[in-house]
Structure formats: C-alpha cells, structure tokens
C-alpha cells in the first residue's frame, strides 16, 4: 500500500512523532493507522525511558482552589521551551486539581490517580511517561502542598516560575497583596520565631566570620552578630517585611489595617534547590563529530 503525505500528517498529529518515524511505522504497518500507533507508542515508550535519568531544573508552578480546599504544585521538564508546551502545562494543571480534590500521601501516590490526556492513560503517571516519549524530554512531579483546613485561600503566579498558595481569614484583596508580596520578596517563614533554627545558626556563622575579620574587641564583635541576626530575621519573615505596595507599612501593619489575618503560605520557585546539569557544549560536539567519524 502507498503511504501517502496525508497519511503521515495525520499519524504525526496524533503522536507528535518525527515525520521520518511516523513514514518508518506507517510503511512497517502497511497503512494500518492504528497498528502504526501502536508501533509508535513502544518506540517513544523506550525514548522515555532514556529520558528518565536527566536532570528536570526547569519547568512550571500551578495551582488549584476550590473554596476552602486547594493545591500548589511544582512540576519539572529539562528545558524552557517544554514549559510553553500545552501538553506539559494540561499535565501540571491537572495534577494540581488531582492534588486538592484526592489528597494523596505523596508524588507516587498523586501518579496513581486516575488521569487520561493525548490518548495516554488510564492514570497520571501514564500520561507523565507518555508525554516524556511523545515531547522527549524528561518530566517530573517535585512537590506539592495541599491546604484543607477550612481556612480561606488566595493564590498568585507569577508567570509560571513563582507560586503562592495563602491561608487567610479577612479580606481577599489583602490576602492577593500578601500572596504577590511573597512572590516578590520571598520571606521564608510567617515571623521571626518561625524561621528553621538551620538558616539561623548559617547566618550567625557568617556575622561571626564577619566579625572576626573585623577585629572588634569581643563584646563589641557578639552585638555585631547579635545585630546581623536580628537584622536577617526581619528581612525572612513576612510580618517584619515592608510591604511591596506600601513601604510605609509592614505586611503585619497592612493586614491588621485590612483586618486580616494569615495562618500560613506555601511558596514555591521553579528549580529552587536542584543541581542544573552544565553541559560543555564544544566537548559535546567534538565527540559527536568523532563518533560520526568513527562510525
């Protein structure tokens, strides 16, 4: 049978393969376009699993509330481009809904939901595993959050990149204000009694290198570190942080003002904490061109 363009096109549409691989898988399939996408799907399934070893440092943040109940989510790809995908973003939307309306314990947990997308399923991970051989690129669920406390919920993205889930009672403007403010200047903690005894003491370490160097006579040197610490928590902590809209006020001051009240945020940043992976892109051509040579 003649494996027209048409046909190739149709099958490409489907699969989104190469148009090389969809002629190969037509012609094997002797124009039997459903076998053809059966031969298809194998073979992107084994570009999948090549794919899963490399390191996913980009990607995008979603979320998804429904009153009182709502997720925030942190979803990987390898590259920038993959993040303006429609099929990754479908993929990390949903995943924030399957979040806030099932609860699950953990990422695998989240992957064994129910879940179908681009003819992959029938549960979440399927459709990960699918879109990594269909975009071929490696794809990962990080982290999430779930709020269900009945407490109100306001959510900001910045972008893709930056995502802000808030536990409020009061005002929903405020509470959007609060939620861009973290977005922009990223406190870790609700107040200063709230901030990981860890990021503390690494400060202190620093103020103490500080006023070392300094060669302050010791009583002088503890109030430098003393003064650099409490310096820093105000800077961390979102209540002491002047706010974005206001510098007159503090988010604390701004709040009570607005007669609201905020019980905690979840902030994520794309990336936040993975090793990126720097390729030598020379070395990496100059062994291509060898192994070309080679072969």
């Not at 429904?66 to 995943?95: P, Y």
């Not at 879940?115 to 071929?136: A, C, H, M, N």
């Not at 103490?208 to 610490?229: F, W, Y």
């Amino acid at each position: 049978m003649a494996i027209t363009a048409s046909m190739v096109a149709e099958l490409r549409a489907k699969t989104d393969a190469p148009m090389m691989e969809c002629k190969r898988a037509l012609t094997e399939a002797e124009g039997d376009m459903v076998k053809a996408e059966e031969l298809l799907r194998v073979k992107l399934g084994t570009k999948a699993g090549k794919a899963a070893g490399r390191v996913t440092a980009e990607g995008v943040v979603a979320s998804a509330i429904a009153g009182n109940t709502g997720a925030l989510i942190e979803v990987n790809c390898e590259t920038d481009f993959v993040t303006k995908n429609d099929s990754f973003l479908a993929l990390a939307n949903a995943a924030a809904s399957l979040v806030a309306e099932h609860n699950p314990a953990d990422v695998a947990a989240l992957g064994a939901l129910p879940y179908s997308q681009d003819g992959f399923g029938p549960s979440l991970e399927d459709v990960r595993t699918g879109l990594i051989g269909k975009i071929g690129e490696n794809m990962s669920f990080r982290r999430f959050k779930r709020y269900s406390n009945g407490g109100q919920l306001a959510s900001y993205l910045h972008g893709t990149r930056i995502g802000v889930v808030v536990e409020f009672e009061g005002d929903e403007v405020a509470a959007k204000d609060t939620a861009m403010h973290i977005a922009a200047m990223k406190p870790v903690a609700l107040t200063s009694a709230d901030v990981p005894a860890e990021l503390i003491e690494k400060e202190r370490s620093v103020a103490t290198a500080k006023a070392a160097e300094s060669g302050k006579p010791a009583d002088i040197a503890a109030k430098m570190i003393e003064g650099s610490v409490q310096k820093y928590l105000k800077e961390v902590s979102l209540f002491n942080q002047t706010f974005v809209k206001n510098d007159k006020l503090t988010v604390e001051q701004m709040l009570k003002a607005a007669g609201t009240t905020v019980k905690g945020f979840t902030l994520y940043v794309v990336g936040e904490g993975i090793e990126k992976k720097v390729d030598d892109f020379a070395a990496e051509v100059a062994a291509q061109v060898a192994a070309a040579k080679g072969a």
